[in-house]
């Protein structure tokens, strides 16, 4: 196995994941995300439908490397029943889904065939 170095990470998505019995709850997370990340985070829009591999409706967000610690200790103490999936960005979009995601909640079973 070749051991890759953490600068390869350009960036971090965290994927919240709502349906229409979470929508309020997942929009309320939301507005707390904006108020304690303010102007820290890249918040993605709310997609009310499944968007590119994920199975649910989402919205995004996008830190750095080292935000890391900080977001996903605040997003584990603070997500309530919403589930959260993350993955690095590293350049390699079907291995950063596939092999590198981190959970928070429950996992679910992503579209992975939109990788090709």
Known sequence: MTLRDTSAIESWHAHIYFD??????AWAFREQIETYWRDTL????F???PVGPHPMWSYQ???TQAQFT???G????NHGALDIFMHPNTGNALRDHRDA???IG?????VLKVFG
């Open 20 to 25: 229409s019995t979470s929508r309020d709850a």
């Open 42 to 45: 890249l918040i993605g829009r």
């Open 47 to 49: 997609h009310e439908r």
């Open 61 to 63: 967000l996008e830190f």
């Open 70 to 72: 900080d977001v996903v």
């Open 74 to 77: 605040w997003l584990t103490l």
């Open 101 to 103: 995601a981190v959970w």
């Open 106 to 110: 429950r996992s679910h079973e992503l």
